[in-house]
Structures are given as structure tokens and as C-alpha cells.
């Protein structure tokens, strides 16, 4: 059995369903949170997933702010969720997502206690991460533990056009990272067209 770790999808069904497409049939595919949001497809992505068998869907923050909206702090994260909530209908599928899941000695979630992790943040752990959030494809080996994040699929903080995620390999206790180059204006051509404000387009133009 082959295991698959995607993070981060952020409603943008083209970078997802490319994704899936390089994952072999019969894998098990752990998502590590943040499927909704930002990207004009949540409720797509959200329905494309429940449509795999083999799957772990943990909890973002972001289905969190689905499904309690006054979490919300940050005002242009607001505008997104203002924008992308009115053509969202699976509230009830997100609410039965896990918090965390162990996985072969691992701690699959979202983050460690909500923080934002990245390859050089100084942290303490007693055991093995996988983790999104951050959006940043890496491994930390911290004595004899590490922590992996396999990037994210939708919207790649350090490249918009590259999608980012990991498969795990049991037979070596390691992980190989995919990065796939696609064409992120798809994403923003849509935005576009479905009136994003302008604070959110900005947000997204700007990181190309």
C-alpha cells in the first residue's frame, strides 16, 4: 500500500485533480487540512474528495472558519471567506473531519499547536510529524524525530505554480517529494471572473 500526504488545497480543483492524477489506484491518501478557501472551488474539491475511498481527512483552520466563522481574525482572510462561503453547501461532510491522525509512529495534523512551521523554526518534539500549514515542502530531522511537511497543493507559497505533496515509503521509512509545474492563471482567470475583490486577487497576483 502506498500512502500519499496533500495539504493545503485551498479550493483550487485543477492543482488538485492534477495531483491525483500522479497518485497510483489503491493508495491511501491523508489530507492534511485546508481543502476550502481562497481558491473559487471549495465545495468542489471538498465533493471530489469524499469521492476516494481510501482517505484520511484531517481538520484546518480554515474548516474551522467554515464552520465557525467568528475564528476569523485577519481581514483579507475574511474577504476570501466572505467571497467563497456563498457557494459552499458541505458544511456537514468538513464537520466530520478529524483533529489528527497517527500514522506508522506519526502524528499526522494540520500543525502543532497552530503554529506556523517551517524547516528552520526551533521546536521540540517527542515524536514524528507530518503536518501542513505553512505551505512550505521540507523535512526537519530534530535528533530522532523529524518533521515533514509535504507543501501545498493549491497554493505554494514559494512558487503559485508549482503543486507540492509527498508520498510515504514504507520500505525505507522515507519520503519522496513531488513538485509539478501548472499553469497557476487558471486559478486567478476564474477569480476573475467570479468578482473577487480586488484585496484577494492582489493577494494571490502578487505571489507570482
Known amino acids: ?19 491525483l492524477k ?3 489506484k489503491e493508495s ?7 481543502i476550502v478557501n481562497y481558491g473559487p472551488w471549495s465545495e468542489e ?20 472558519y467554515y464552520l465557525n466563522p467568528s475564528l476569523i481574525k485577519n481581514n483579507v482572510v475574511k474577504k476570501f471567506y466572505d467571497h467563497t462561503i456563498q457557494n459552499f453547501f458541505s458544511t456537514k461532510i468538513i464537520s466530520n473531519y478529524v483533529d489528527f491522525h497517527n500514522f506508522n509512529n506519526h502524528m499526522c495534523s494540520h500543525s502543532i499547536n497552530d503554529k506556523k512551521i517551517y524547516k528552520d523554526t526551533k521546536i521540540t518534539i517527542d515524536q514524528k510529524y507530518i503536518i501542513g500549514h505553512s505551505h512550505h515542502q521540507f523535512i526537519n530531522k530534530l535528533n530522532n524525530f523529524y ?11 514559494v512558487n503559485l505554480n ?5 508520498k510515504y515509503k ?9 513538485n509539478i509545474e501548472y499553469d497557476v492563471n487558471v486559478l486567478i482567470n476564474e477569480m476573475k471572473n467570479l468578482n473577487y475583490p480586488k484585496v484577494c486577487l492582489d493577494y494571490y497576483i502578487k505571489k507570482i
Open 1 to 19: 500500500m502506498n500512502y500519499y500526504f496533500l495539504s493545503d488545497i485551498h479550493g483550487n480543483l485543477p492543482a488538485l485533480e492534477i495531483a
Open 170 to 178: 514504507s520500505s525505507s521509512d522515507s519520503f519522496e517529494f513531488f
Open 28 to 34: 491511501t491518501i491523508i489530507f492534511l487540512g485546508d
Open 22 to 24: 500522479k497518485i497510483e
Open 162 to 166: 508549482l503543486i507540492s505533496f509527498c
Open 45 to 64: 474539491c471538498v465533493q471530489l474528495i469524499n469521492t476516494i475511498d481510501n482517505k484520511i481527512t484531517i481538520k484546518g483552520n480554515h474548516e474551522d
Open 147 to 157: 518533521i515533514v511537511n509535504p507543501g501545498s497543493v493549491g497554493q505554494n507559497r
